[in-house]
């Protein structure tokens, strides 16, 4: 083998580990974009989550202040009927001009 033959050999065997190497880059390269974009879409769902999450304890607040005002109505309606239910009573007996 002469001298031209092994150096067009290796460069024939360089270029091909060449482009075997630039591709490995590109796909690290495309990897790393891919991973960039995963974390970015992670991190918007946890404030997503996290602002979901301020939502629903706003929510339970307003409900609990909900049910305490349905409390206090259902006391004022149970006071009503006890009075109007005495009236009745005072009505009948003839204690009530």
Do not use: P
Request: aromatic content about 8%.
């Amino acid at each position: 083998m002469t001298q031209e033959q092994i150096n067009i050999i290796f460069g024939i065997v360089t270029s091909i580990i060449g482009y075997f190497i630039r591709d490995l880059i590109r796909r690290l390269n495309v990897s790393e974009s891919i991973a960039y974009e995963a974390r970015n879409k992670a991190n918007q769902l946890e404030r997503d989550l996290q602002y979901r999450s301020d939502d629903l304890i706003e929510l339970r607040r307003k409900l609990e202040s909900f049910e305490s005002m349905l409390n206090e109505l259902n006391k004022n309606y149970a006071t009503i009927a006890a009075i109007l239910q005495e009236m009745r009573e005072n009505q009948k007996s003839g204690n009530f001009k």
